[in-house]
């Protein structure tokens, strides 16, 4: 019985900026045959390919100096590949730097004043006018940072410089603690105080009990451990409360708040992706074990998926590639990732050897991550989702 193909034709181009070279890859629904045909069109910005009928056009990440039809690959089957130049002239390449990368929501983004809310349902978490002014947290080096201060400390008579970090909320004589009227900001998150926030429930990770207060969860038994925070509206989990910073945490990811600029708010892959990045830039190493914290609690994910980590290797940390199965161009961080269980992850970061750093996320927001790059594999030719026992996958960086 003849083999049914259910595939369509589908492209997918990917700008190497380093040879400024766009490279582009046709998967075809059946072999390639005398209807298959490619050209570029507008100027450069587009490539159109026809086959047996079908016929795709998509936009380019970049402008290619080719203007015509572009010949075949000969011996090629479903799949087509061309590298394509882009001109000298060609000014408007994305830059890139770690260090420079634009960060969900950061302190500047964010309208003094602004409400926050629960994304799932605009229940008012942070009434209006409550926060008078948005803080940048430090960065993730900054425990390593107070070790070297605490060992290396300043004279006394320079005492006013961990006064004023004391107020900022962090200085040589303080941990990082929440301020009334202040809403401190990091790669993935928001800090509050308690008494800024309302409309929330808190609750241990292994209990069902909820609270209304921070005071009647506590544990007197083990009063620093974390507690989970949820949405009193809709009972959905978006933060935690952290007793060893008297803070409350929300996932930005979970929340919504006013913007200078309005954009369209950071989901938890993209929070993700830019902690991936601000880890290279921070350790050097290119490779991280995404794990659990002990907090998150998802009834309709099975207990084997949450005790699953994510093994995650960044190749690039600067694509952008347009697809036939997505619309416009994107710009994203290029992975490998893999599965892997807890007790392997911990001896990946335990090593000595390995060089793997650990990025603990909500096992939600792991789910998410997993299914985002499962997606996006897909967009790929099938001859480049997998390396060894890898798969390849895009996390969509924020712009």
């Not at 947290?137 to 070790?147: D, F, K, T």
Request: glycine letters at 4%; a negative charge.
């Amino acid at each position: 019985m003849a083999q049914s193909y259910t595939a369509v034709l589908s492209i997918y181009a990917e700008l190497l900026s380093n040879i400024r070279q766009v490279s582009v890859r046709a998967t075809l629904s059946s072999s390639s045959d005398l209807t298959t045909k490619a050209e570029i069109l507008d100027d450069g910005r587009r490539i159109q390919v026809h086959h047996r009928g079908e016929v795709r056009a998509l936009d380019l990440p970049a402008r290619v100096s080719v203007r015509s039809a572009i010949p075949i690959p000969e011996n090629s089957s479903l799949d087509l590949a061309w590298r394509l130049p882009v001109p000298a002239t060609e000014t408007g390449l994305p830059r890139f730097s770690a260090e420079n990368q634009s960060v969900p929501w950061s302190s500047t983004d964010i309208k003094a004043g602004s409400r926050v809310c629960c994304r799932h349902c605009d229940h008012v978490i942070v009434q209006p006018e409550r926060i008078k002014s948005w803080k940048d947290l430090p960065s993730e080096n900054w425990a390593e940072m107070m070790e070297f201060w605490h060992c290396h400390k300043p004279h006394e008579h320079e005492h006013h410089d961990g006064e004023a970090l004391s107020k900022r909320g962090y200085g040589a004589d303080s941990s990082i603690t929440a301020q009334p009227e202040s809403g401190f900001v990091d790669l993935t998150s928001f800090m509050f105080s308690e008494s800024d926030c309302d409309g929330l429930l808190f609750s241990h990770p292994a209990s069902d009990a909820s609270f209304d207060s921070v005071k009647e969860a506590i544990d007197e038994a083990d009063p620093v451990k974390p507690l989970r925070v949820s949405c009193k509206a809709c009972k959905a989990e978006i933060g935690m409360f952290n007793a060893l910073a008297s803070s409350i945490t929300l996932f930005k990811w979970q929340v919504t708040c006013e913007t200078i600029h309005p954009s369209q708010a950071p989901s938890s892959s993209e929070c993700l992706a830019a902690t991936l990045i601000a880890t290279i830039s921070r350790s050097g190493s290119s490779k991280s074990v995404v794990a659990s914290h002990t907090l998150s609690v998802d009834p309709e994910t099975p207990q084997s998926e949450t005790s699953q980590s994510l093994h995650l290797w960044v190749l690039n940390a600067n694509v952008v590639y347009s697809s036939t199965m997505r619309k416009g161009r994107r710009v994203a961080i290029k992975v490998l990732y893999q599965d892997i269980d807890a007790e392997e992850g911990n001896k990946l970061v335990d090593s000595m050897t390995s060089g793997v750093q650990e990025i603990s996320f909500p096992a939600t927001a792991i789910k998410a991550a997993r299914q985002v790059l499962e997606e996006s594999n897909d967009l790929m030719p099938a001859s480049e989702r997998l390396f060894q026992q890898w798969h390849v996958g895009l996390l969509e960086r924020w712009e």
